[in-house]
């Protein structure tokens, strides 16, 4: 019997210790019996089916940003010092998209690949050959560390300092337990990266080296710029909320093909034409935000259902992702299915991920680099191990055995 088959809009929670360790596990249920419910645990009505969380996710007049993600109970941007653009619904939201295009762009971030691919290579081989490492720490986390504080011009100096603070706080808060959540204000290493940043945006402003920084910095429409704490979200958010999707993203991808050695097989082949499919597909199937909440701006219809303006609604991105009415046999990894592209992995709408071209550059020359150097690499996957923070969940630590 299925262990969640007495799951229950009653009972479910997105916190569940269950649900943090296997999400997918949930998923069929709520597809087939609950693809709408209100959720009483969490407060918020919950979509799951592709369409629904598709028209809640790009309905931003009826679905506005509001606080954020679950868990959070302090509903009140303030509590960051800034307005993250995750937080924020067009006009607003989107001035902040168009200012920001340029350092955003495919043209620039492809600019970048080089230097990753050095920044990877030099990660490997610092990796012996028939030992256990992990994956997550020491290959994933320092890959996408490292590369970020090189887009947004650190400092070779400065850059242990600021990696430490980044692992920090990503690592320090774990939501797998029922606790509320724990704000970054109130993270000392939090404090330390908001006054690194101040001082490294006026740094960047004084030299304006040309790279995304002085993009940012840069960025003028019809007189129109960035303020100082829209600067420090950029920065902010693309060290924290883009360092932890991409790292869970990079574990998630290479155990969808670990265990597929005949599509793994078939991209080591074919690495140009097949590898951008694998991630994409890999990341449909094993999504690192597996849900989104938004708040309903004006009474409206919802699933047949009236729903009051105020309330929350959660659009639960894993569970659309395999719905057997968008994607043919959609738990089944395939990475020449065809439509994986068409996923939310990375959101949809006004609220499409910002920083989806560096996480995807990073992601693609990281795999491509690591399959070269490891291609019959084993993941002990008993050993590893999910953690939750906020919408994202995905792998703290994944041990690889690496044959001689």
């Not at 590898?275 to 047949?304: G, K, M, W």
């Amino acid at each position: 019997m299925d262990p969640h088959d007495h799951t229950t809009p009653e009972t479910f929670s997105f916190r569940l210790p269950g649900y943090i360790r296997n999400p997918y596990s949930f998923y069929p249920k709520f597809l087939s019996e609950l693809p709408f419910f209100f959720n009483s645990q969490d407060n918020c009505y919950v979509v799951s089916r592709f369409d629904d969380v598709k028209h809640v996710l790009q309905e931003y007049k009826t679905f506005g940003s509001g606080s954020g993600v679950i868990p959070m109970r302090r509903d009140n941007p303030d509590d960051f010092g800034f307005n993250p653009i995750f937080m924020l619904s067009p006009p607003e939201q989107t001035r902040l998209r168009k200012l920001s295009a340029n350092a955003f762009s495919i043209a620039y971030t492809t600019s970048l690949q080089r230097e990753i691919s050095d920044i990877a290579i030099s990660i490997l081989n610092d990796i012996e050959r028939g030992s256990i490492f992990d994956l997550v720490e020491r290959y994933a986390t320092r890959l996408t560390v490292l590369s970020l504080l090189r887009v947004i011009s650190v400092s070779d100096q400065d850059t242990p300092y600021v990696c430490k603070l980044v692992m920090d706080i990503i690592n320090g808060n774990d939501y797998s337990s029922n606790q509320d959540t724990a704000f970054m204000k109130d993270d000392p290493p939090a404090l330390a990266l908001t006054k690194f940043l101040s001082a490294h945006i006026d740094r960047v402003r004084a030299t304006r080296n040309g790279g995304f920084s002085a993009k940012l910095l840069d960025a003028d429409i019809a007189g129109d710029r960035l303020t100082a704490n829209e600067l420090y979200g950029m920065f902010f958010v693309s060290l924290i909320a883009g360092t932890e999707d991409t790292i869970r993203a990079f574990a998630n991808v290479l155990l969808a093909l670990w265990q597929h050695p005949d599509q793994k097989h078939m991209v080591l082949q074919d690495m140009d034409n097949l590898l951008a499919d694998s991630i994409f597909e890999a990341l449909r199937l094993y999504p690192t935000t597996h849900y989104l909440r938004r708040v309903v701006e004006t009474d409206c219809i919802l699933c047949d259902t009236p729903v009051a303006r105020g309330a929350s609604v959660v659009a639960v991105i894993g569970a659309a992702n395999r719905d057997e009415r968008q994607f043919n046999e959609p738990n089944r990894f395939d990475i020449r299915r065809g439509n994986s592209r068409s996923s939310l992995s990375f959101g949809t709408g006004p609220h499409v991920c910002i920083g989806k071209n560096v996480a995807r550059l990073i992601l693609t020359v990281g795999i491509s680099e690591f399959l070269k150097k490891f291609p019959t690499y084993e993941i002990d996957l008993a050993s590893s191990r999910n953690v939750s923070r906020a919408m994202i969940i995905g792998y703290g630590n994944m041990p690889v055995h690496l044959p001689s």
